[in-house]
């Protein structure tokens, strides 16, 4: 920001919605706000449920007393949007119980909110509905962290990211890197050998799509691991993730690329983009 714009800015909380679709809403809402958190911008969250379909693992005290419904927040303006994943790949996207539900959402999203970033199962059904690129299911699950590398260098989501960072991804199904290079409308910017395409925006800055999770916490995959087995499973252990020859020990090396990924989304594609008065969003 040049000195002339700082000293004339106007500065005003950011108002960022959170639509999570994950049914570990306390684990999953704790992780971005953590992530939001990391930075001098001030920031108030809201956080969105659906009313089509209400999970069984959350206690419905805690839904009731932090969650508004899409119905309550839908004649609002936000500055920037999130939507998670949903453990749901394996199901066609209409399908999806709260699917109708979605494609408001995702409408309510293009016309209300400065910058939305879709993470995991929802960067794929935001790439289907407004791109029409389909998902495909992967010969087994894509689970544990992988490599990436930068596609273009001097993107300001990966600013002050190595060349090659690591990401975690726990998922079934992935999008093809062909489709997003043919779409006109879309920048690949990062992608692993592993896991395809892995982070992308819309040209005009409007979308972020992130395939993986940054977000997730240090014993997220053990987690997932350990709940996988319980259910009788079968489960390979999490990719990379445990160091080798130390039994147990997790190799913790994405958190550092999380907090510049989210720090680099509110600053340039959230803050400097958005109009001081929300109502011109």
């Known amino acids: 920001m040049n000195e002339k ?22 684990v999953t809402e704790t992780q971005l706000m953590r992530l939001l958190s990391n930075s001098p911008l001030q920031i108030n969250v809201t956080l969105v449920s659906t009313t089509t379909y209400v999970g069984k693992n959350t206690p419905i005290e805690h839904l009731t007393r932090f969650y508004k419904t899409f119905e309550e927040i839908k004649l609002k303006k936000f500055d920037g949007m999130i939507i998670t994943g949903a ?23 293009k016309n209300n909110v400065t910058s939305t970033m879709f993470i995991c199962w929802g960067a794929q059904a935001a790439l289907h509905y407004f791109y029409g690129i389909d998902k ?9 962290v992988y490599k990436h590398k930068k596609l273009v260098k001097y993107d300001m989501l990966l600013k002050g990211t190595d060349d090659r960072f690591f990401m975690p ?24 050998k592993q896991a395809g395409a892995s982070i992308i925006r819309s040209k005009d800055n409007k979308f972020i799509f992130i395939t993986g999770h ?29 160091v080798e020859g130390k039994k147990g020990e997790i190799n913790m090396c994405w958190t550092s690329t999380a907090n510049i990924i989210y720090s680099n989304w509110l600053n340039h594609y959230v803050y400097q983009l958005t109009p001081y008065d929300i109502d011109k969003i």
């Open 214 to 242: 940054a977000e997730y916490d240090r014993d997220t995959l053990l987690n997932e691991y350990q709940r996988d087995l319980d259910k009788g499973l079968v489960i390979e252990p999490p990719e990379n993730y445990f």
């Open 87 to 109: 453990p749901v790949e394996e199901i066609e996207f209409s399908e999806v119980k709260y699917w109708k539900e979605l494609e408001d959402i995702f409408e309510f999203a």
């Open 169 to 192: 991804h726990s998922r079934h199904t992935t999008v093809y890197e062909e489709d997003i290079k043919n779409c006109k409308d879309l920048v690949l910017i990062a992608a692993s």
């Open 5 to 26: 714009r700082a000293m004339a800015q106007d500065i005003r909380p950011l108002e960022i919605a959170i639509v999570n679709l994950m049914p570990t809403k306390i």
């Open 136 to 144: 495909h299911l992967l010969p087994k699950k894509l689970f544990g």
